[in-house]
């Protein structure tokens, strides 16, 4: 995605390996890719479901969006909770509540139960999931500690997972949805929230010890920092750009009488996404941190941008899968800059913050898209996506004075660091 000067990793081996020879890293790295394999398959399960019970996108959109924006809510108010009492303490409450709120989803839209019903679980499912994709960051921190090459690959290495996690669950979600029965697609999200949540939480050596703050210090919010709102405010708008491809996506193939492949189409995109983490995790770059972050966004824009061109779906495959490339990176970079702007204590809330900023990114463009797409067809919902990305660069370029000054410790530097 990005040209560079760049330098290898000290010793010509394979850095990946290298940290996962980290006393308990290889578990609980392991548990959070199950924990968080729901996060591929909610959303469009939730679609598919809704679209398949109540013949409406517009309806699967909207019921997708509560879903995600509860989320939004709910998941840094969760991660403040985690940073001052703990993971375990915390989190084995809201996952009970949150299988029983996706239970509830299921039942309710099976029985074709009142649009209210299905805000309802849907929100109660959101508002409690928390973000297990910031707190396995937070152990990645906590075990490697002060050295920041190998923070760079872990924090590489889980984006690349992240993207594993989103090329099984669509393809699964929607072979589940639409070869089973309408609600399959999130029979498997539950299961895996409960068996992988259970497993994370049972790793208590790796888990990190609560920071406490210097006496005399308040705690503020992460969100404190105009570095993060500005971060946060990016992350909304690639979220959007995602939202109304996933939803678009679905769309143009039932256009295309292949509806069963559509799951397969985002697979595809998350693949682009997995190949360039896992180069870009490699390499140590030499570059700010805010420079190819921004790089990183032009890039995604310009990839979407050729939305445009999709006529049939082996065109729309080949344009997901080179867009794909410019997303892990951009990520990671984004993640990256969450260590520079938020203090120790902050971590596990400010890295959900951007997370769940995307999430509310893609609820917005699950949203406006679930509309255009029932008045004009996918192509209307293509057309989302571009705007979306066009918004996402002019907020970037505004953003970038202020990411500059709040973030001057950068996260990679080909020097030592310092201790």
Do not use: C
């Not at 697979?267 to 700010?288: K, M, N, P």
């Not at 921004?294 to 990839?303: E, M, P």
Request: no cysteine; glycine share 10%.
């Amino acid at each position: 995605m990005i040209s560079d000067s760049a330098s290898s990793g000290s010793g010509g081996g394979n850095p990946y390996a290298a940290i996962l020879r980290t006393p308990g890293a290889l578990s609980f790295s392991m548990a959070a890719v199950v924990a968080r394999l729901p996060i591929s398959m909610l959303g469009l399960g939730t679609i598919l479901m809704i679209r398949g019970l109540y013949g409406e996108y517009s309806l699967a959109g909207r019921v997708s969006a509560v879903l995600v924006i509860a989320q939004a809510i709910g998941s840094p108010q969760i991660a403040r909770l985690v940073d001052r009492h703990g993971q375990r303490h915390v989190m084995l409450p809201m996952l009970t509540v949150t299988t029983l709120g996706l239970a509830g989803l299921i039942g309710s839209a099976t029985a074709h139960a009142d649009e209210w019903v299905l805000y309802a679980f849907a929100a109660l499912t959101g508002a409690t999931s928390g973000s297990y994709g910031s707190m396995v960051r937070a152990r990645w921190t906590h075990a490697i500690g002060a050295d920041q090459r190998a923070l760079h690959t872990a924090y590489s290495l889980e984006s690349a997972l992240d993207e594993v996690v989103f090329i099984i669950g669509p393809a699964l979600a929607t072979t589940l949805a639409t070869q089973v029965f309408d609600s399959a697609g999130l029979l498997v999200p539950l299961v895996a929230a409960v068996v992988g949540g259970l497993w994370f939480l049972s790793l208590r050596r790796t888990e990190p010890p609560i920071i406490v703050a210097a006496p005399g210090v308040r705690r503020r919010s992460a969100m404190a920092s105009l570095g993060m709102i500005a971060l946060a405010i990016i992350f909304i708008a690639m979220g959007t750009i995602f939202g109304a491809t996933d939803l678009s996506t679905v769309a143009f193939a039932e256009e295309q009488g292949h509806e069963n492949l559509a799951g397969y189409v985002l697979a595809v995109f998350a693949l682009g996404s997995l190949i360039s983490g896992l180069l870009y995790g490699v390499r140590h770059w030499l570059s700010a941190l805010w420079k190819r972050f921004a790089v990183g966004i032009v890039a995604l824009a310009a990839g979407v941008s050729l939305f445009f061109f999709v006529t049939t779906l082996p065109v729309l495959v080949a344009v997901m899968f080179v867009t794909g490339f410019a997303i892990a990176p951009t990520l990671i970079n984004g993640n990256g800059l969450v260590q520079n702007l938020v203090r120790p204590e902050q971590l596990t809330e400010g890295l959900a913050w951007v997370g769940t900023s995307l999430g509310v990114g893609v609820s917005i463009g699950s949203w406006i898209a679930g509309a255009r797409i029932d008045a004009a067809g996918a192509h209307a919902g293509f057309q989302v996506v571009m705007v979306a990305a066009a918004v996402a660069v002019v907020i970037v370029a505004a953003a970038l004075p202020t990411l500059r000054r709040d973030a001057p410790r950068e996260l990679l530097r080909d020097e030592p660091s310092a201790p």
